[in-house]
């Protein structure tokens, strides 16, 4: 069960359930929240990959061992980080947009100024 | 053989919990609810993540996700205060249909795509794979260069959210109350 193909079914269809969000709601803040189920289903797809296949990495004599901490963990803690600026920038644009249109829903965003 | 099987529970366990969590946030009308079951997505997802053999990244998931990006929603939520009528409507349930059959086909194609790719039995890894301490000694021996850019997209993003979230950029603030120096019998 705990399989490569399992947990990337898993990834793809959280993916899936977050492009459902982004397009079919027109709330902001479930839009915002849904670009956050996108890019934790990278996560799971990354830290699957290096499960499986952890790959090489340089001992400190110098020659070739398996990878105790692959490329993909370094990926997801990258992904982190974005992830979190994103939600700070998103968030403080629609805390301004809601001061200044009292509203939350992505069909009144349509200009750039008023 | 009792531990394997064991995982694979836990993993079946989480993976449901985390397809659950995720179905609710992207359905729920108040974005409060959505929020709530997003910590559930959350923590699933870090359940699968030490299923996975990523102790230190299971850890940076609940911290990171469930204690820092989700306050700022649930603050967010909070300082908005939406009332019922200030939901705004949902987009008319044919074109919500449409996209729901769309990304359904998305996800078959992954699914299909994935289905075909070979296999491979997980490899036996050591007690000390994915710990703080080989993940650290990677991050600052290979991958540093990016580890520093990170920080300078963070300090950008910290600035960009000031300048946008906050009232008045060019005036000060005004003062709570001004002082009231024509009151009657002012307390001079």
Known sequence: ML????????????????????????????????VELMLNAVNIA???????????SQ????????AKAPAGHIFVLLTMAVAAAEAAVGLAIVLAWFRNRKTTDTEEMRNLRW | MSHSVLRETFFVIFAFLAIFGAFLTVSRRNPMYSAVSLILFFGAVSGVMMILSAPFLALMQLMVYAGAILVLFLFVIMLLALREEELGEERPWPLQL????????????????????????????????????????????????????????????TMGSVVLAKKHLDRPEPAEEP????GPGGGH
Request: hydrophobic share 55%; glycine share 10%.
């Open chain 1, 3 to 34: 399989t490569l193909q399992n947990c990337l079914l898993l990834s793809a269809l959280v993916f899936a359930t977050g492009v459902f969000g982004v397009i079919a709601r027109r709330n902001a803040l479930i839009v915002l929240m849904s």
């Open chain 1, 46 to 56: 990354f830290v699957a990959f290096a499960r499986f296949y952890p790959g090489t």
């Open chain 1, 59 to 66: 001992s400190v004599a110098g020659h070739l061992e398996p």
């Open chain 2, 98 to 157: 449409l996209t729901g059959i769309g990304c359904a086909v998305l996800f078959g194609l992954l699914a299909a795509a994935i289905l075909r790719a070979p296999s491979a039995p997980a490899p036996a890894v050591g007690g000390d794979f994915g710990s703080p301490a080989e993940v650290g000694r990677s991050m600052f021996a290979e991958w540093v260069l990016p580890f520093e850019i990170v920080s300078v997209l963070i300090l950008a993003a």
């Open chain 2, 179 to 182: 002082a009231d120096t024509h």
